[in-house]
């Protein structure tokens, strides 16, 4: 890649040091970052049968994605009207006809209505009309079910509608698992996670077999509307790795996609913390959630089309591969990131023309929590002001 000799015209520090693993900021950033956004919680394809169910945690929220008798496809909050249990005990599962409260047994129909009180007797009269399990937003965009817990803001499929025609022939609703879903939890803030991805200027030395795979076409492109773009196509000669080389020897041409598509990476990150990475032959969604100041939780699962050719299934095996490498890495080099922060010599950070997306992701924090633009450490009762005068709905 050709570059022009790099100006001085953009502000290349990070966010400031007392951002990182700050309690206070990290109840505001539950409020204002992740119950007021789309979530990716998860796929249709995990819920194929009315009274399939799978659950969907993030900023001490939890939702209950429910297929009903009905076969649509409902959210609720996972909140017990009686006391405040959990109405499911699995992360996934099926319910028979009622969802029962592992509490007190309450139930409740699919459609989330109140069905029966455990010892209705015990109660005075109870207007089941009025304790039915609470509705979350929900959208489904190509199979995958976003969710927002707190209302307000453009449609996803208003949001991904600049990507539309490009994410279309993926054809990602008739997709089914190839994976496991998972979860690893990390010691660390949620935005040291997200900050690695959102740069690509650690890919030729920190990711070898990615970038034996990408090569000098990898892109990172200037989020729109929030959504960030990378886009690669693949490095067809020169890979020394065998997963690599045999990756792109095997992979079959992908009909269903353009030309362009057939052997590339494309990369769409949703504001604020869901990645849709899309390869020819499969399909992941990860996402970053904060647990706390320094605990974050990234989950994710991978789909492909149904294709049972051998050399498809090497394929998808030889990419899973790579990706695992990758994300292994990413852990290490962010934890080296995070820990060189909380070093006394430690005086911020400059950013490369390459690390631009970083940049422009924090600026899309500063303008949701404007005291982000404060060098030095707020007091903590000046963060939670601002987080009392924004806890309503
Ligand atoms: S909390 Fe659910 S029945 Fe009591
Ligand atoms: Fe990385």
Redesign the pocket.
Known sequence: MIMNKSTNDWNRGGLPVWAYGNPQLSELEKERVFRRHWLCAGHVSEIPNAGDYFCFDAADERALVMRGADNEIRVFHNL??????R?TAERSGHCRSAIV??????SYNLDGSLRTV?APKSFPDIDKSRFGLKPVEHEIWHGLVFVRFKGGGPSVAETMAPFEAEAAPYKLADMEPIGDYYEVRLPIDWKAVVDIDNEGYHVPIGHPSLHQLFGPNYVDEAPRGGISRSFSAFQETGARLWSVRHYLNLLPEAEHLPESHRRAWLYLSVFPASVLSFYPDSFEYYQMLPLGPEECLVRGREYALPDARREMRAARYLCQRINNHTSKEDNQLMMWFREGMKSSAFDGLILSDLERGVRAYHDQLRELMPILERAEPPSPGEIEAELNGSAGN
Do not use: E
């Open positions: 017990c009207r009686h006391r405040g249990s109405v409260c592992p509490f007190h047994g309450w455990a």
